[in-house]
């Protein structure tokens, strides 16, 4: 099973970084009036955590180090309050909760691409 989830750890911890830029992509369509990308942006960001969780278990399973394991472990934590100020922003029009989660998507991206890139690294060592 250890071979199995170092073979596809890199592509799953990459889709993470990719789908929370998509996700900026389809709100920032909705400032120009397509708010029929509001649901799946919701949508789109339950799977990014869903594949966040799943990198921190391959990342488990294939033995990485213990900063590949942190970062991981710090998107999942980092996606579960990013969904959490989505859905509080949205659903009670708190702007605080808006901003916040706008601030949490630019550093989940860049710790889900620190996470990705320690992940990849240490395959090609392996």
């Given at each position: 099973?250890?071979?199995?989830?170092?073979?596809?750890?890199?592509?799953?911890?990459?889709?993470v970084?990719?789908?929370?830029?998509?996700q900026?992509?389809?709100?920032?369509?909705?400032?120009?009036?397509?708010?029929?990308?509001?649901?799946?942006?919701?949508?789109?960001?339950?799977?990014?955590?869903?594949?966040?969780?799943?990198?921190l278990?391959?990342?488990?399973?294939?033995?990485?180090?213990?900063?590949?394991?942190?970062?991981?472990?710090?998107t999942?934590?980092l996606?579960?309050?990013?969904?959490?100020?989505?859905?509080?922003?949205?659903?009670?029009?708190?702007?605080?909760?808006?901003?916040?989660?706008?601030?949490?998507?630019?550093?989940?991206?860049?710790?889900?691409?620190?996470?990705?890139?320690?992940?990849?690294?240490?395959?090609?060592?392996?």
């Open positions: 099973m250890g071979g199995t989830a170092a073979r596809i750890l890199g592509p799953v911890a990459w889709s970084p990719v789908l929370i830029v998509a900026a992509a389809m709100i920032g369509q909705t400032f120009y009036g397509s708010s029929s990308l509001i649901a799946l942006h919701g949508s789109t960001g339950n799977l990014t955590f869903l594949l966040a969780v799943a990198t278990g391959l990342a488990w399973v294939a033995r990485r180090s213990g900063v590949a394991l942190l970062l991981t472990l710090v999942v934590l996606l579960f309050v990013q969904i959490g100020s989505g859905y509080l922003g949205h659903r009670t029009g708190i702007a605080l909760a808006s901003s916040a989660h706008i601030t949490l998507g630019v550093l989940v991206t860049g710790v889900s691409s620190a996470a990705a890139m320690r992940c990849t690294s240490e395959r090609r060592r392996a």
